[in-house]
């Protein structure tokens, strides 16, 4: 029977270390429990473990191999919040973790998600806690993530946490679906509007330039200036000039756009510049306040009510924010509350939210139910995100028909007005 060395935490908090014979780890890992210790590591003492062990321990290996799988890129939010859901409900059930973890394991898809989980399972199995477990995949498990379930696990209440972290995801990820969603008519239109603008100037505007210069008509100044547009679209040089057809530029527009402000965002300044310009765009900017509030109040909160230190708690919220105005006022409240302050008085001076979030903040320090206030605000703000995602919508899209409505009519007056002077000059001959 192979022997196993571990350390574990006694009543008092204090490290213990001793070894014992098991037939598994599992099996170690409860007789440790039965000792009335917490089990922080537990492995097999590789001097006095056998050729059977050691066979077993290659044997996972091979397993855990096999079953991984290549993949790339994040795990879906979605896959996420299931998993967290259907982990919470099995550890509320009284399933042993360990088990739990195998079950979870053995129903995934092959993916990102199962190649991770196949590692947490081993190195639960190996003694190690779930968080640091988790912590070693960020890529999955988050440093907001991980720190609930730390929190879960010292506190004895991991399917409590569990559960409001799922509650947290899933109503963080309905939020960004419902921005995304707006946002998928207005792009379809303003795409479908360049496309049929760019083919009528690269087929239709052509030709009525060849029809103007057989009838020799003078061209009023709108008229020249859009067959100049059309030749550039149309990518046809000036005699002794090559040009780069300008619906090269019209295609490739967007994502040179996109990869540039990616490279800007990569630096300090260019975050900040970036994040203070876009609160400063009308309607755009106010929407963009509320879903940063929303978002840094209900991961404040949830963190709180989770039972992890204020202290850690604002710096996971900080580090999370995704806005750099924010991350600097967090900054400030961080130093707050290590000096002994408060929580609302940075935030107020800071002035990155409205009067009234500040002042529930306050009271709920007050009272001592800063988590239950918090949570109160993210929802409020999620409300208020949708209201003025409805009214953006309903300002951008008479502003889009006016927009193009101009251009079709800018179009067709620049082609009207040499007709005019063409049919003038026919009646008057």
Known sequence: MPTYVYEALNAAGKTEKGRLEASSSDEAISEIRKQGFFPTSVREDSVGGSEKSKKDKQAKKEKKKKGMSISFGKVKTKNLCQFTRQ??????????????????????????????????????????????????????????????????????????????????????????????????YPICVIVVAVLIVTGIMYFVI????????????????????????????????????????????????????????????????????????????????????????????????????????????????????????????????HDSIREGETVADPLREAKVCDSIVVNMIEVGEETGDLDVMLVKIADNYDEEVDVAVTAMLSLLEPALVVVLGGIVGTIVLALFMPLVKMIESVSQD
């Open 206 to 333: 052509p030709k009525f330039e060849d029809i103007f210069s057989d009838f020799e008509v003078e061209l009023p100044g709108l008229t020249l200036w859009l067959i100049e547009t059309s030749l550039w679209v149309a990518g046809t040089p000036k005699e002794g000039e090559q040009a780069i057809p300008g619906f090269i530029w019209i295609v490739t527009s967007p994502f040179l756009i996109f990869f540039f402000m990616k490279l800007i965002r990569r630096t300090v300044p260019g975050r900040a510049a970036t994040d203070i310009i876009r609160m400063k765009i009308p309607v755009i900017g106010p929407l963009v306040m509320k879903t940063s509030v929303a978002r840094f109040t209900r991961t404040l909160g949830t963190l709180v009510a989770a039972g992890v230190p204020i202290l850690e708690a604002v710096l996971i919220t900080r580090d999370t924010s995704g806005n750099y105005v924010y991350e600097k006022a967090l900054t400030g409240v």
């Open 87 to 184: 982990l919470s409900t099995l550890q509320d059930a009284g399933l042993p973790l360990l088990r739990s973890l195998q079950i979870l394991e053995q129903q995934q898809k092959p993916g990102k998600l199962k190649s991770i989980l196949l590692e947490v399972v081993e190195d639960v199995e190996s003694g190690s806690s779930l968080s640091d477990s988790m912590s070693k995949h960020p890529k999955a498990f988050d440093r907001l993530y991980s720190k609930m379930v730390a929190a879960g696990e010292i506190g004895g209440v991991l399917d409590v946490i569990l559960q409001r972290l799922a509650n947290f995801m899933e109503k963080a990820e309905r939020l960004k679906a419902r921005i995304k969603g707006a946002m998928i």
